[in-house]
């Protein structure tokens, strides 16, 4: 009987050091670093003196155009994730334990509608739409994803959110389409996002990180006027480009990859 005991009581050791070292294994540096993105986002004012930047500067924007008379009726296309809606507490869950994005996670994730807003965000649609601008949402959220994004846009009262000012991913992820349905019928005097690829189809087609840079320089002058940017340090294009693309690398390569495009001080 003792033997026994003796062998139980090693088992549960083992299991209990192997939780241990479970706990305390190393986390790679890509998803790291979208842990302190993640708390960055929910726990600094900086994040939200940003958003809060962002949307006061297309409020002052929005006033101007308002000054001169359209021959169609004007309308604003933002983008909803980490534009309108804050994922960051899926974010925060997925890199604390160390997991890559997951698309079943993510579908989970948006099911609930439990996202709250970014800072600013419903002030401005909100006095935009007060102002008989139409408010449309492009996302390449995919079309299961309909009722919760809609129930998550509703919960605050968001102007426009309904079936037919959300348009969701059909094909591919380029926007321009969307964005072209949108112009048939309205004049678009403001877009809004956190990837560059919401606001203009010179960022579609994945370009590299130097064709990214090279396209803001040359688009600069719309940042902060026509094209309003919201921070998100977490995913995005910009980190797609980092790793050119390349979905299937593990997170070990991901980290050689931030290690060799990193500037150090070496001295």
């Avoid at 003796?6 to 979208?34: E, P």
């Avoid at 993105?37 to 004012?45: D, I």
């Avoid at 037919?164 to 019928?185: I, P």
Wanted: contains cysteine; charged residues 25%; glycine residues 4%.
């Amino acid at each position: 009987m003792k033997k026994y005991l003796f062998i139980s009581l090693l088992a549960l050791a083992a299991c209990s050091i192997n939780k241990q070292m479970a706990n305390t294994a190393h986390t790679s540096t890509v998803n790291n670093g979208k842990v302190w993105a993640s708390v960055w986002q929910q726990r600094s004012a900086e994040y939200k003196a940003l958003c809060f930047q962002a949307y006061n500067t297309a409020r002052w924007h929005l006033d101007d155009v308002l000054k001169t008379p359209s021959s169609k009726p004007l309308a604003i296309v933002t983008d909803i994730d980490e534009t309108v809606l804050d994922n960051s507490p899926h974010d925060a869950q997925r890199a604390i334990h160390d997991q890559d994005y997951e698309l079943a996670a993510w579908k989970a994730w948006t099911a609930k509608a439990a996202c709250d807003t970014v800072a600013g965000a419903p002030a401005f649609f909100k006095y935009a739409a007060s102002k008989g601008v139409t408010i449309f949402y492009i996302t390449n959220r995919d079309e299961d994803e309909r009722p919760g994004t809609l129930r998550n846009l509703q919960k605050y009262a968001l102007p426009n959110a309904d079936n037919e000012h959300l348009l969701l991913r059909t094909s591919g992820s380029s926007k321009e389409a969307r964005r072209q349905q949108v112009l048939s019928k309205y004049n678009i005097v403001m877009l809004c996002g956190d990837n560059l690829a919401d606001l203009d189809k010179m960022y579609d087609n994945h370009p590299a990180e130097a064709g990214r840079d090279n396209t803001t320089r040359q688009l600069a002058g719309q940042f902060g006027a026509r094209y309003i940017v919201l921070p998100n340090p977490s995913y995005g294009d910009w980190e797609g480009a980092l790793f050119n693309f390349n979905y299937k690398l593990t997170p070990a390569q991901k980290d050689s990859v931030i290690k060799a495009k990193m500037r150090f001080d070496d001295k």
